[in-house]
């Protein structure tokens, strides 16, 4: 018997997103519905960012991913395409000057990229070094990101505030949209 996964609010978000049919129907939650949930929820300053972060996630997706040799070009090119960076990043430098942090904006800049990307640029996630000449994997442990699979998180401990920050604050977003579309009747 085969079963299916139900999506992740994320997912249904993002297909909600990148839909052109938003129409709404009394029996049944579609599109329409999921982004009314998501603008009613977006009206909560604490869980704006969150919702925020969701679309900037969502566009990041949507966008060509960076690939092993990327250069600095590729990512501010790809960053250029992410219309929610901005104010994503506005957001969080906001709550890193509150913090007192010293450059703020730099910091956050640097946070939320890593946040959408964090795998490691060396071994793109794998863990292991590459056998020179060959697609195949050595047994030898990434030395970059020491065999995690992630890349260092920037800018120390205010970085792991900010992490931190983001994380709790995409929580509230995804629990906000939740208890929305629940509230609906058609979750």
């Given at each position: 018997?085969?079963?299916?996964?139900?999506?992740?609010?994320?997912?249904t978000?993002?297909?909600a997103?990148n839909?052109?049919?938003?129409?709404v129907?009394a029996d049944?939650?579609?599109?329409?519905?999921?982004l009314i949930a998501?603008?009613?929820?977006g009206?909560s300053?604490?869980?704006?960012?969150?919702?925020?972060?969701?679309?900037?996630h969502?566009?990041?997706?949507?966008?060509a991913?960076l690939?092993?040799?990327?250069?600095?070009?590729?990512?501010?090119?790809?960053?250029?395409?992410?219309r929610?960076?901005?104010?994503?990043?506005?957001?969080?430098?906001?709550?890193a000057?509150?913090?007192g942090?010293?450059?703020?904006?730099?910091?956050?800049?640097?946070?939320?990229?890593?946040?959408l990307?964090?795998?490691?640029?060396r071994?793109?996630?794998r863990?292991?070094?590459?056998?020179?000449?060959s697609?195949?994997?050595s047994?030898?442990?990434?030395?970059?990101?020491?065999?995690?699979?992630e890349?260092?998180?920037?800018?120390?401990?205010?970085?792991?505030?900010?992490?931190n920050?983001?994380?709790?604050s995409l929580?509230?977003?995804?629990?906000?949209?939740?208890?929305?579309?629940?509230?609906t009747?058609?979750?």
């Amino acid at each position: 018997m085969a079963t299916t996964d139900k999506p992740t609010i994320d997912e249904t978000y993002s297909r909600a997103g990148n839909t052109s049919n938003l129409t709404v129907e009394a029996d049944r939650r579609g599109a329409g519905d999921v982004l009314i949930a998501a603008g009613m929820v977006g009206l909560s300053p604490s869980k704006s960012l969150g919702m925020a972060l969701m679309r900037l996630h969502s566009e990041y997706d949507s966008a060509a991913r960076l690939r092993d040799g990327a250069t600095a070009i590729d990512v501010a090119l790809l960053a250029a395409r992410l219309r929610q960076l901005p104010g994503v990043v506005g957001m969080v430098a906001e709550r890193a000057s509150v913090w007192g942090m010293e450059q703020p904006k730099d910091k956050a800049l640097a946070v939320v990229l890593w946040w959408l990307d964090k795998r490691c640029k060396r071994c793109t996630g794998r863990l292991f070094e590459r056998i020179p000449g060959s697609p195949g994997l050595s047994n030898i442990r990434c030395r970059a990101c020491n065999g995690i699979g992630e890349s260092h998180l920037p800018h120390g401990s205010d970085g792991r505030r900010l992490a931190n920050f983001i994380d709790a604050s995409l929580h509230a977003g995804r629990d906000g949209l939740k208890k929305r579309l629940h509230n609906t009747g058609n979750m």
